[in-house]
């Protein structure tokens, strides 16, 4: 976060050619921010901030936060999922705070990829930015929304479900039509049903069920 106060400002010339110094947050004023999505998540504790000699204030703080998001895993598992991150202040109306992003989405797009886990589940595929103001109590807060676009990495499913499950079906369609004895046959399907039962139990082990739709490979 960054934000000037023009009333902290001083000549570096007065004092020693310091031009900046480091305050804790509650020295001076600072811009509250909510998540709106935000569930839980464990807050910094560099409650501190750099105060320049021009008035201009930078305040730094991680977060480790968990989002509610809306999925759609129709298409498990090769589904491509949008979450919003909104960062709003309703304390303060938009005559007295607006936000503003420092940074483009092509620049932030850079910095996520870089931080993101790469060999994790999920792919980070774009990062969008939008500013607007929202209507709350006859009054208006700026607020701004990052939109992260995911796209799942399908090949451990592919292997654990989907290799698995068209295995069973091309053993069925072979022994139905084979030239075995009825005995036979009979003997083999009950072996494709217990196997079939199995999978369907890791499959719904694995199978992410937040979603009004199940997933199409879960219905067949």
């Known amino acids: 976060q960054e934000w000037k106060n023009t009333f902290a400002t001083w000549d570096p010339q007065d004092f020693c ?3 900046k110094i480091i305050l804790p947050t509650s020295t001076y004023w600072s811009p509250p921010i909510f998540i709106l999505e935000r569930v839980n998540g464990q807050n910094s504790n560099l409650d501190y901030m750099v105060v320049m000699h021009n008035g ?3 305040s730094t703080q991680p977060y480790q936060v968990t989002l509610t998001c809306s999925l759609m895993i ?13 960062i709003a202040s309703f304390l303060y109306p938009v005559s007295d705070l607006v ?9 932030m797009m850079k910095d996520s990829q870089s931080y993101f886990l790469t060999d994790g589940e999920w ?11 929202e209507q709350l109590d006859h009054e208006q807060f700026s607020v701004v929304t990052y939109m992260i676009s995911m796209e799942r990495r399908p090949t451990l499913y592919i292997l654990n479900l989907i290799l698995p499950t068209c295995a ?8 139905l039509f084979g030239p075995s004895s009825l005995e036979e046959k009979i003997s083999f399907q009950i072996a494709i ?7 369907a139990v890791i499959l719904n082990n694995i199978l992410p069920t937040s979603s009004n739709k199940p997933p199409v490979i879960g219905t067949h």
């Open 74 to 86: 129709l298409k498990f598992p090769f589904d491509t999922q949008t979450c919003n991150l909104s």
């Open 193 to 199: 049903i217990l196997g079939s039962s199995m999978l």
């Open 56 to 58: 201009s204030f930078n």
């Open 17 to 19: 050619n310091i031009s």
């Open 168 to 175: 069973l079906y091309l053993l069925d369609m072979a022994v």
């Open 99 to 107: 936000m503003k992003t420092r940074r483009s989405p092509a620049e």
């Open 123 to 133: 792919k980070f595929t774009n990062l969008s930015i939008l500013e607007y103001m």
